[in-house]
Nanobody, 126 residues
Framework: VQLVESGGGLVQAGGSLRLSCAAS????????IGWFRQAPGKEREEVSY????????YYADSVKGRFTISRDNAKNTVYLQMNSLKPEDTAVYYC????????????????????WGQGTQVTVSS
């Protein structure tokens, strides 16, 4: 199982980035995929997740209206379009995958399961 994030970088406040999470090694269509982030000195927090293309995605209040998650099952890839970026969005962004029922058990917990990527750094300058 492998999850590889890409698309991070340095951007000015108000700018946009699109993160990608390319998955392999499991049946992508059967898994929920989520994005999490961890800023220096802070706990890792959930940002957004999507169970399937038909389900309504979840967004944290802090990103609602600015971030959009989508998945392309043909490419085994999940995207996170981030618009109107703020300095407080600066963090390492991780994608994670698990069976939907299991994902929902731990997504809001501090003890998380599933498969994880190595992360991609997003830095938003003011």
């Amino acid at each position: 199982v492998q999850l590889v994030e890409s698309g991070g970088g340095l951007v000015q406040a108000g700018g946009s980035l699109r993160l990608s999470c390319a998955a392999s090694g499991f049946t992508f269509d059967d898994y929920a995929i989520g994005w999490f982030r961890q800023a220096p000195g802070k706990e890792r927090e959930e940002v957004s997740y999507i169970s399937s293309s038909d389900d309504a995605p979840y967004y944290a209040d802090s990103v609602k209206g600015r971030f959009t998650i989508s998945r392309d099952n043909a490419k085994n890839t999940v995207y996170l379009q981030m618009n109107s970026l703020k300095p407080e969005d600066t963090a390492v962004y991780y994608c994670a995958a698990d069976r939907p029922a299991l994902f929902r058990l731990w997504v809001f917990s501090t003890v998380r399961g599933g498969y994880w990527g190595q992360g991609t750094q997003v830095t938003v300058s003011s």
